[in-house]
């Protein structure tokens, strides 16, 4: 039974760019969510997608959008990059609401 | 005040003794509370939920839940070293599914 898989494990990008992370969620999930893990802090939310449609945001720019596709993966995309936006970038997946999440290996993103 | 709450530690206790890991929550926080661990350089790993106030058990884990105090903790027995790692309390936001995160528990287990 896969988990939650995401790729690219690693990913170096330079200041201004654009970069796309995916996601597939665990078998029979149907609910993506995003979140952003800063070096020595707890993840922070940044939305979460069901049946195609981002259900709810955290308090992330609009550089931060998503998509989640009928087989429930899930993509992220942040625009014109920060050196802020360095991070590990994790997938959560889960089945329903008021459930915990089964997470993703993470991306690292280091942004130059 | 944030909404969930943990101290940063580092704790450190000695192998067989009994790591007990802390975190208060906020009103903007709902009553479903989960324990993650995250090894460094990893992504975390659910250990525990609970949703009712009082004990819950499972194997040498016990998740403590106060809705009164607004508290909730991890009791971890017969701590072993690879139980080292920091452990992220979080608690469900009021009216969404979102999960709140603390900023996590770094503990170390020492021979």
């Known amino acids: 039974d896969a988990g939650v898989t995401q790729s690219p494990t690693h990913l170096i990008k330079t200041r201004g760019q654009q970069v796309t992370l995916r996601c597939s969620p665990k078998?029979?999930?149907?609910?993506v969510s995003w979140y952003q893990q800063a070096l020595g802090q707890g993840p922070q939310f940044i939305f979460q997608?069901?049946?195609?449609?981002?259900?709810q945001r955290g308090n992330f720019p609009d550089r931060f959008s998503g998509h989640q596709f009928p087989n429930y993966s899930s993509e992220l995309n942040v625009n014109a990059l920060l050196l802020g936006d360095s991070a590990l970038y994790l997938c959560?997946?889960?089945?329903?609401?008021?459930?915990?999440?089964?997470f993703g290996s993470g991306t690292r993103l280091t942004v130059v | 005040q944030k909404e969930v709450e943990q101290n940063s530690g580092p704790l450190s206790v000695p192998e067989g003794a009994i790591a007990s890991l802390n975190c208060t929550y906020s009103d903007r926080v709902s009553q479903s509370f989960f324990w993650y661990r995250q090894y460094s350089g990893k992504s975390p790993e659910l250990i525990m939920s609970i949703y009712s106030n009082g004990d819950k058990e499972d194997g040498r884990f016990t998740a403590q839940l106060n809705k009164a105090s607004q508290y909730v903790s991890l009791l971890i027995r017969d701590s072993q070293p690879s139980d080292s790692a920091t452990y992220l309390c979080?608690?469900?936001?009021?009216?969404?599914?979102?999960?709140?995160f603390g900023t996590g528990t770094r503990l170390q287990v020492f021979p």
């Open positions: 078998s029979g999930h149907d609910t």
């Open positions: 997608y069901y049946e195609e449609e981002e259900r």
């Open positions: 979080a608690g469900g936001a009021i009216n969404t599914d979102k999960l709140i």
């Open positions: 959560a997946s889960s089945l329903g609401t008021g459930t915990g999440y089964t």
